[in-house]
């Protein structure tokens, strides 16, 4: 690559090769890096180009960041978060200030230790009861809260995303690309919990019960939102109808209303609708919708509540992203490289790469704005948390880019100010007094895991990752030498389920899906081999019994991680895992039930013994 074209990649954060999963060099094609500084404003298209852009003046940080007890040096007056000031130069106090134009943050330098405990990783939407309508719900939550910890003993609760949809149909299935990140999915409200149900008349309540639609054997979104928004307006058409004060929450409001007129992508909306500033809305529905989101609000804080006997609660999950045309990228658009895909770049599970399909953060916009886009997310979620878990947390040091007309495979990263995120991250924790766990799964560099527990923030363990990469054949690790710092599992939403792993279901169905670019007979044959050093170890450790399922949790049990955590779908033997990364409507992502529902999940003789062994396990 030219080396002036390398130096102005350089100076903007993008880069021009990268280690692969298999630590292999890879270097990325010019043209590539041009489309990327493209879609962060520097024109790299020609040699005379570069170098017009390579001579622009570097500009001073706009945002500083410091850590609690640090001197910050120079002249000047600090404007205090709190409305006072201080002269510099000055030890200022946690919080957000201004230095001129420039924000100051001032982060803790460490966050508290996280107490030991076991516990669930949900997919809540799976979690369907007798209650449920369709889908399972926030009543749902607190339900699964209240018995684990009563009954199982249980001390965490790790949540899909449930962050806001938009209101339309066909409804977006996949929780990791919502509409907002700022504000919470309606989709999971119970209804008939809802005071505004028990206040009605008995007619109203009835015809609110008639919309309610049956348990299908997958779960049916669209049907699922019909009838409860059918049943919402029921409720609502003798209200007061009362505009948000919060502006923010007028806006994602404006969204929603404008959305069930024009669709849910305002990029194809009448042009005077796809500003913020000239777009108009019916008052009526615009007030319907900041009420969805006061419900929203309540039934999260019940469900907080009914956690409040476990060490650590609900911990929820915030998504890399949002849909490209929705409610957070209307409001905030300026904060958005909005012609990019993020995704990952080619590795063993993928072999084509991953495009999830969402508008990465700018990172120059994010430093001008004093990361308050980013605020406002993690706000957002940490509003009716006890912690929180970033997906793909190395996001926050490096997105893959992939740039338009491109595959996922043509892509590259692009660098954040990771000092100035994880300031502003453990900041927001430490004011929650949330727990922080991230996912640090895939291509990830070492020192991403470093910082983060640097900063008192888990990293993941994962029982199929966690082998020694110095030694060859990539021998497993037993949990027992596994980090104390992590939230450990067997698997994730995007791997295969345990009893998936045991059958190479996963093999099976990528095969079938034509997802391998080479014979998928290598595939199956390494997943027997892997699958027989897993029981080695079982055997090694001690704990290989006649049901696997139990064993496996015995031996994960054996980490010293202060989090361990299993799915239902793995405590059951469910052998379809919730997602299938690189499917859209191959697979039913996101749309598989628990076998049996909640009811007889928390009563299974089975469930019941992998909770008995993981709850010994933290008593070691």
Not at 12 to 33: P, Q
Not at 208 to 213: E, N
Not at 483 to 512: C, N, Y
Request: hydrophobic share 45%; glycine share 8%.
């Amino acid at each position: 690559m030219d080396e002036e074209l390398a130096a102005l990649a350089r100076a903007h954060g993008v880069a021009t090769w990268y280690e692969d999963s298999g630590d292999t060099r890879v270097e990325v094609d010019a043209d590539v890096v041009v489309a990327v500084l493209a879609q962060l404003g520097v024109d790299a298209s020609t040699p005379e180009a570069v170098r017009a852009a390579l001579a622009v003046p570097t500009p001073p940080p706009a945002t500083i960041v410091l850590r609690e007890g640090e001197l910050l040096e120079g002249d000047g007056t600090v404007a205090l978060e709190d409305g006072g000031s201080a002269r510099l130069p000055a030890v200022l106090p946690l919080g957000y200030h201004r230095l001129g134009a420039r924000t100051v943050v001032v982060a803790p330098t460490r966050l508290p230790p996280v107490p030991r405990a076991w516990g669930w990783m949900l997919q809540l939407y799976a979690m369907r009861s007798e209650q449920s309508w369709g889908m399972g719900d926030y009543g749902d939550l607190a339900t699964t809260a209240r018995r684990s910890a009563t009954e199982l003993g249980a001390g965490v609760l790790l949540v899909n995303p449930v962050q806001a949809i938009s209101p339309t149909h066909p409804v977006e299935r996949s929780p990791y690309s919502p509409s907002s990140r700022r504000f919470a999915n309606p989709l999971y409200l119970r209804v008939t919990d809802l005071e505004e149900f028990h206040r009605a008349p008995a007619e109203v309540r009835r015809a609110v019960v008639a919309q309610r639609p049956e348990n299908a054997d997958l779960i049916d979104y669209d049907a699922v939102w019909a009838a409860k928004r059918a049943a919402l307006e029921l409720l609502w058409s003798d209200r007061e109808h009362d505009l948000p004060e919060d502006p923010d929450l007028l806006d994602f409001a404006r969204f929603c209303a404008i959305a069930e007129r024009h669709g849910p992508d305002w990029r194809h909306w009448p042009a005077d609708q796809q500003d913020p500033a000239t777009a108009t809305a019916d008052p009526e529905r615009v007030a319907f919708h900041a009420w969805l989101q006061t419900l929203c609000e309540r039934q999260l804080a019940d469900a907080r509540a009914a956690a409040s006997a476990m060490p650590v609660g609900i911990v929820h999950d915030l998504p890399v992203g949002v849909h490209p045309g929705g409610a957070d990228t209307w409001a905030l658009r300026d904060a958005f490289a909005a012609g990019v895909r993020v995704g990952a770049p080619p590795d063993a599970f993928n072999q084509l790469g991953q495009d999830w399909n969402l508008p990465p953060w700018r990172p120059d916009r994010l430093a001008e704005q004093g990361y308050e886009p980013f605020r406002a997310v993690l706000r957002g979620v940490l509003r009716h948390a006890d912690g929180i878990r970033v997906d793909h947390v190395a996001g926050l040091w490096r997105l893959w880019w992939i740039p338009p007309g491109e595959p996922a495979k043509r892509g590259t990263y692009v660098h954040y100010d990771a000092d100035a995120m994880l300031a502003v991250l453990t900041l927001e924790a430490h004011r929650a007094g949330a727990v922080v766990v991230g996912e640090d799964l895939g291509t990830v560099e070492d020192r991403v895991t470093e910082e983060l527990h640097e900063r008192g923030a888990l990293s993941s363990a994962v029982l199929w990752f966690q082998r020694d990469y110095d030694q060859p054949g990539h021998p497993l690790i037993p949990p027992k030498g596994w980090t104390t710092s992590a939230m450990a599992s067997v698997s994730t939403h995007d791997l295969p389920t345990l009893a998936g792993f045991l059958q190479a279901e996963h093999v099976r169905i990528r095969a079938e899906l034509g997802l391998f670019e080479v014979d998928p007979k290598g595939e199956f044959e390494a997943a027997e081999a892997e699958r027989d050093q897993l029981v080695e170890l079982l055997r090694q450790e001690g704990v290989l019994g006649d049901d696997l399922l139990v064993s496996f949790h015995a031996l994960l049990a054996e980490a010293p991680s202060v989090l361990v955590l299993t799915s239902p779908q793995d405590a059951v033997g469910e052998t379809r895992q919730p997602n299938l990364p690189g499917t859209v409507d191959q697979y039913p992502n996101w749309r598989i039930p628990l076998p049996g529902g909640l009811d007889a999940f928390l009563t299974d003789p089975r469930v019941r013994a992998i909770a008995a062994a993981l709850r010994a396990g933290r008593a070691r």
